[in-house]
């Protein structure tokens, strides 16, 4: 009997089709195997019992890296071929075929790097099939070496032998290389205050001179898989220092790399769970609980408990490890807020004086790519802050296939795109925030990169509601205007562009992903949102569904003094919740640390722009909030960066117990539906912050949510948002909602990286 099977899911780039020949061959079956467009197919011949036991196997055992979504089996004619064959790849048209994310290399890479008598032994490159480059070397699909940065490589006679055996680890592995035929790291001076001028040095001497400069407090950068790294000695608080001030980053966390899995038990507390992840073939940052007595200079992550931290993913890493014994800042390689650096000439135009030196080599990267970032929620909740290297592009299946190409384009802040395509929705790694020329442009290569992977023109756009988003902008230019032409080839009209409400969206993210599109209840809280009413909204309960919603709560609504300035300066959102309390002498006289943080004109120059609502937006932002506690607790008065006070509202509740937190917060029943009432917090918080009151801020406001959702006893409830990365508040509520049904984000971000899906989600059931 003969078989034509069609395979779809995670199979480019994963080993699938020599674990195909490997398996195929051990059953004693004939045929081929070959990529195409959309997956794999092959065709199988042999006994009915062997094809049986060969789809069962496959289906239970893939390859390491391979996710199977669909295995369709039809029976075509018998040929009495001989033998199995891996054929060249069907370059056809429809491409759909999901690209590998970029992985971690395996134990057998590590063992033939560290043996001095394998022929790759110290090479910074060396990979198979189970591990190496795939997304950030990828021009298009389907994945063959031509279609690499690794076609400027010509593989060595030893290369090719192992590259044709299918006995080989490196069996049709497409970044395959050795010392004499592939990349090479080389090491030049930056620009920073090291003495080693405009020297360069190549291979072990390369290696060697990073390490001996690391070792001198210098700064040096990386050039890794998806991008540079920033690197210097994490427990030396001067390389620290110079580090922060040369990119201008003066209190946001720094992540740490760590040379093993000991060394990062030493530096930080962590579950079973979180040792799994840190662990695990994706390697992403892991949020962590700062170690008592960790080596880590404290100006890594100034004034909180929690430290970052990865342990090597690539090769280089490795070697550069075998020579140090301390930890390393691994911080991407740019300028606050602006994509990461992937090429040294673009480095040294940029970053040429934060820099001393920089390890550099030769293999393009074609498609940058930031670190993932997770943190493990009570022990159980694997939750994504930033999806990118090692975890996306990420493929979800759709139960009903697409009709056409949808493009989603997301929203400002964390920014990403997503794509549904037949039978998948497609989410772009972490693009990051938008308004500068060079994030945009990395926006626009995302799609471009899209455009290449799959060959698609969008029929239908999806984007935020604010009119003011750079994507939303995007979107609207590429729509087709009545009886003209499309750039790029953009075949959208206006009645297939879809504006997404920015909570709505976050809701739908959640739904998308678990396959829902009946009625939730969602609790979506973060910073900054545009509402349907034009106000900043971010404090919301929503009846939400896969077409629309409903708003029926949402928090006390309050004015951003300066709009964006309140962004900034968490005083000003504590002084904006006063002046609704209190007459402005009042609030002149308190003795309360956000008070003193104005001058007495200041405060009476912006209780009269609070009083006309001059620049002063009316908003129900729960991220606000916990900038007003912080500010009036005396924690943060200016952030250095988003989600600061949040952080050091964390960490301040870790100290204290939850006492307290009855009637800190009211829930009041107003003309559009349930208030959450912040005014009993606020006139507490007013006397000085005489008593700590984090702990209980955080003990009311999972109060609130239970007593909010046991009203909707029937609806599953979703939590998403950027509060929702506050680990206090969800190890403290997911308890109380024990026995409901949750939707909570498990593989996508819990934040803005994941509006983009949220808004397909939406125009894929409007659409129709």
């Known amino acids: ?48 019992d062997a094809l049986e036991a060969f789809k069962k196997r496959l289906l239970s055992a893939p390859p390491p890296l391979a996710r199977i979504d669909a295995f369709e089996v039809a029976q075509v004619a018998a040929t009495g071929e001989k033998g199995f064959r891996i054929l060249a790849s069907d370059e056809g048209e429809g491409k759909a075929a999901p690209v590998s994310p970029d992985m971690t290399v ?125 690197m210097c000695d994490a427990t030396d608080d001067d390389a620290v220092r110079t580090l ?95 994509p990461i650096v992937r090429e040294y000439g673009e480095l040294m135009e940029r970053l040429g004086g934060v820099v001393d030196g920089v390890l550099d080599h030769d293999r ?55 794509l549904a395509l037949e039978e998948r929705m497609l989410l772009s790694p972490h693009i990051g925030d938008l308004g500068s020329i060079e ?35 995007w979107a609207e230019r590429y729509v087709r205007k009545p009886g003209t032409g499309n750039r790029k080839s953009v075949e959208v009209s206006n009645s297939t562009l879809r504006k997404v409400q920015h909570h709505h969206a976050h809701a739908l993210a959640a739904m998308a992903e678990h396959g829902v599109d009946g009625k939730v209840l969602a609790f979506v809280w ?20 896969a077409r629309g919603f409903e708003r029926i709560g949402h928090l006390r609504p309050f004015r951003l003094l300066g709009g964006e300035k309140a962004v900034r300066e968490p005083r000003r959102v504590a002084l904006s919740l006063l002046f609704e309390l209190f007459g402005l002498e009042e609030v002149i006289a308190m003795e309360n640390p956000a008070v003193r943080a104005f001058r007495p004109a200041e405060i009476r120059l912006l209780h009269r722009a609070w009083r006309k609502g001059l620049g002063a937006p009316l908003s129900t932002s729960m991220g606000r909030l916990f900038d007003a506690v912080a500010s009036l607790s005396g924690l943060c008065q200016r952030a250095g960066y988003e989600g600061e006070s949040g952080l050091l509202l964390e960490s301040a509740a870790g100290t204290e117990t939850k006492s307290g937190a009855e009637g800190l917060l009211r829930i009041a029943e107003g003309e559009e539906g349930i208030v959450v009432d912040w005014e009993p917090l606020v006139r507490r918080l007013s006397r000085g912050a005489e008593e700590p009151v984090a702990a209980a801020f955080h003990a009311a406001l999972a109060e609130v949510i239970l007593e909010v959702a046991k009203r909707y006893p029937e609806r ?33 971000p819990v934040n803005d990286g994941a509006l983009s899906l949220g808004q397909l989600w939406y125009a894929l059931h409007s659409l129709k």
Not at 7 to 20: C, H
Not at 183 to 202: A, H, K, L, Y
Not at 257 to 286: F, Q, T, W
Not at 399 to 407: E, Q, R, S
């Open 1 to 48: 009997m003969r078989w034509r099977c069609r395979i779809t899911g995670l199979v480019q780039g994963v080993g699938f089709r020599p674990a195909v020949h490997r398996l195929a061959t051990e059953k004693g079956l004939s045929g081929w195997v070959r990529n195409d467009p959309g997956g794999v197919t092959l065709e199988i011949e042999g006994p009915v």
């Open 106 to 230: 395996c134990d057998a890479c590590l063992r033939e790097m560290r043996d001095p008598s394998d022929r790759r032994y110290g090479y910074p490159f060396i990979n198979c099939t189970d591990c190496g480059p795939r997304y950030t070397i990828t021009r298009t699909v389907p994945y063959d070496r031509p279609n690499t940065s690794m076609a400027s490589f010509t593989m060595c006679d030893a290369c090719r032998a192992e590259y044709e055996d299918p006995a080989s680890r490196r069996y049709h592995a497409q970044p395959i290389a050795c010392r004499s035929c592939g990349p090479q790291v080389r090491f030049m001076g930056g620009s920073g205050e090291s003495d080693i001028g405009n020297r360069e040095w190549r291979e072990e001497e390369a290696i060697a001179e990073a390490v001996r400069l690391i070792k001198a407090g210098g700064i040096v950068a990386v050039k890794g898989i998806g991008g540079f790294h920033l």
């Open 244 to 338: 922060r001030e040369r990119k201008r980053r003066p209190s946001k966390p720094f992540a740490l790399m760590a040379k093993d899995l000991a060394m990062a038990k030493r530096l930080a507390r962590m579950d079973g769970a979180e040792e799994r992840v840190l662990r695990s073939k994706e390697r992403p940052i892991v949020l962590l609980k700062r170690a008592p007595g960790s080596r880590v200079s404290p100006f890594v992550a100034p004034g909180i408990d929690r430290l970052g931290l990865m342990l090597p993913y690539t090769p280089l890493h490795h070697l550069l490890f075998d020579r140090l014994d301390i930890p390393l800042v691994a911080t991407s390689a740019n300028l606050s807020d602006e």
């Open 364 to 418: 393009p990267i074609v498609n940058a790519v930031d670190d993932s970032v997770v943190q493990v929620i009570g022990g159980e909740w694997i939750q994504w802050l930033r999806v990118a290297r090692g975890a996306a592009p990420l493929a979800l299946p759709l139960k009903n296939a697409a009709p056409f190409p949808i493009l989603a384009v997301g929203a400002q802040q964390k920014s990403t795109i997503a």
């Open 439 to 473: 994030a945009m442009d990395y926006f626009e290569r995302t799609v471009e990169t899209f455009r290449r992977f799959y060959d698609f023109s969008p029929r239908a756009l999806a984007c935020d509601l604010h009119p003011g988003y750079d994507t939303t902008r």
């Open 526 to 545: 973060d910073g900054t949102g545009y509402g349907t009413d034009g106000t900043v909204w971010g404090g919301e309960v929503l009846l939400a569904d």
């Open 716 to 748: 599953p409830v979703v939590l998403a948002g950027g509060v929702f990365q506050n680990r206090t508040l969800c190890e403290t509520v997911l308890p109380k909602l024990s026995g409901r049904r949750l939707l909570l984000p498990r593989r996508t």
